[in-house]
């Protein structure tokens, strides 16, 4: 990591120059390109300056320490490396977080899907849980929600979800939520007291445009269609179903989740969008490293990510590792999941900056 702080740290300084340079000044549209530059460095700059003023000063302490034979001058280099100490790790989990390369859809908003998977009624019962876990987590977060489409289950919970949920860094702290979510429980339903294991799909899909992947709105064909429902006068006299089509891809997406034509043209679109991020990903997806592969997945939705075990009161994330992987079954079900979110933040910052 020293030696990329290094080659920043000429960089910034080369960019510091050309702020000054006369013909850089002079010329607008260069000028607020190496200053748009020079302060997206700065702070990996001065959280490097400040890094290695700590280990330099954890070296001389290290050094006194090895060398020092006044057991007062000894103590003073013991208790120097015991403070300092703690700041090299904050520091180094600064500068992992600030080399990592950004996601540039993690400030999206979302389309936010919970599907009972296999396990009948107790599939549903558990989206049903899921949906009070996520409610909490949401509001801790200040979020809005808006409920879009709902299907009940027969036995209560839901065998469908689709929410939008707005606010500030809603994809960066989602997108690891996508997969099978397994549940390992005794149903309310079960006389002999025998755990099953049931499951729901949850999916969650940046609200993408059309700009974001350079798909061309000359290429997407639009068709508007009554949507079919509970009935009514509504459903009969507006056209409020959407279908996009790609046509250079022969993509298909559509929505009727919402009774607003303009919310399932958004919903529409994030899903075709979708589509096509994906297919472009698959054939990048050769030059991903194994480790990246077995944190974030493919993308396929098949992949079970996480089993929720009722008897244990235990959560176990299986994308992460040793003791990191598991969590209390009782504060995750509260909405309480900062943890899950912070360990695979750190998990995927780590391999991002491993690979770059």
Request: no cysteine; aromatic share 4%.
């Amino acid at each position: 990591m020293l030696h990329k702080l290094q080659a920043i740290r000429e960089k910034y300084l080369h960019l510091e120059e050309q702020l000054s340079d006369p013909s850089i000044v002079v010329d607008v549209d260069k000028s607020k390109k190496v200053n748009k530059e020079y302060k997206k460095l700065q702070p990996i700059v001065l959280a490097a300056n400040k890094y290695e003023k700590v280990l330099s000063d954890i070296q001389s302490a290290k050094q006194v320490l090895s060398t020092e034979t006044d057991p007062e001058m000894k103590e003073m280099a013991r208790e120097e490396i015991a403070t300092l100490e703690p700041d090299r790790d904050a520091l180094e989990s600064e500068l992992i977080v600030l080399l990592t390369p950004k996601d540039p859809e993690d400030e999206k908003d979302v389309i936010f899907e919970i599907r009972a998977g296999t396990g009948g009624d107790e599939a549903a019962l558990f989206a049903g849980d899921l949906l009070r876990m996520y409610g909490r987590f949401f509001s801790a977060q200040g979020w809005e929600v808006e409920l879009l489409d709902e299907t009940p289950g027969t036995a209560g919970g839901y065998s469908k979800l689709v929410m939008d949920v707005s606010g500030e860094n809603v994809y960066r702290k989602l997108k690891f939520e996508s997969g099978i979510h397994r549940v390992q429980r005794v149903p309310e339903t079960e006389a002999k007291g025998r755990v099953h294991t049931s499951a729901a799909t949850v999916a969650v899909l940046p609200k993408l445009e059309p700009e974001d992947i350079n798909i061309r709105k000359e290429d997407i064909r639009t068709d508007v269609f009554r949507a079919s429902g509970a009935g009514g006068q509504h459903v009969n006299k507006t056209e409020s179903g959407v279908r996009f089509t790609h046509l250079p891809t022969g993509a298909v997406a559509e929505s009727t989740e919402s009774r607003s034509q303009h919310k399932n043209r958004d919903i529409a679109m994030g899903r075709l969008v979708q589509q096509i991020r994906e297919a472009q990903l698959q054939k990048e997806a050769s030059a991903l490293s194994s480790a990246r592969r077995s944190l974030v997945g493919s993308g396929d939705r098949s992949e079970k990510i996480r089993t929720y075990n009722w008897p244990q009161n235990r959560v176990t994330d299986h994308r992460l590792e040793g003791d990191n992987k598991n969590f209390n079954l009782d504060k995750v079900m509260e909405g309480d999941l900062d943890g899950i979110v912070e360990a695979l933040t750190i998990a995927d910052n780590a391999t991002k900056l491993q690979e770059g």
